[in-house]
């Protein structure tokens, strides 16, 4: 019986980390709470603005990571984009590999809110980025093509 409460607990504190990278689906102002309350190390940054995407920028004071988190037409998230430097590299792969279930090399696919979820690392000489998105669905047919 001692086995229940120690479960409990343990997902009680995996729950915040988990939570804060699901946010495909979720409406702007419940992303912006859990943003603040999540990860109070990264600043909302308004000063950008962009006319083709709408996002949420989050930066950390010493500008080692940068969150995108972009908006759709109705006010909900259909992506992120993470963008951090080299030296946070092992901690993310790590961080990745436990949440999620790993793919191809730097891809990984998580399930959430009923929706397949791709995450795909991209390393470059000074900086590597961690994208999130929806799987896009096929059609019927199997292919994407329309007659």
């Known amino acids: 019986m001692r086995i ?3 479960v409990s607990i343990l997902l009680a504190m995996m729950g915040p980390l988990a939570e804060a990278q699901e946010f495909i689906g979720l409406p702007e102002e419940e992303i912006r709470d859990i943003m603040s309350s999540d990860k109070p190390g990264l600043v ?3 000063r950008v603005k962009n006319d083709t995407f709408r996002y ?3 930066s950390s004071a010493d ?3 940068t969150w995108l988190v972009f908006i759709d037409e109705k006010g909900n ?3 992120v984009r993470i963008t951090c430097d080299n030296s946070c590299y092992d901690k ?3 961080e990745l590999n436990e949440l999620y279930r790993p793919g191809e090399a ?3 696919s998580h399930r959430a809110g009923g929706e397949e979820i791709t995450i795909r690392l991209k390393r470059e000489s000074w900086f590597f980025t ?3 998105e929806r799987i896009k669905q096929r059609g019927k047919s199997g292919n994407d093509r329309t007659a």
């Open 92 to 94: 993310k792969i790590k």
């Open 4 to 6: 229940i409460p120690f």
């Open 56 to 58: 949420l920028k989050y």
């Open 130 to 132: 961690v994208t999130y």
């Open 44 to 46: 909302l940054d308004s």
């Open 63 to 65: 500008d080692k990571e």
């Open 106 to 108: 730097n891809l990984w």
């Open 77 to 79: 998230c259909n992506g």
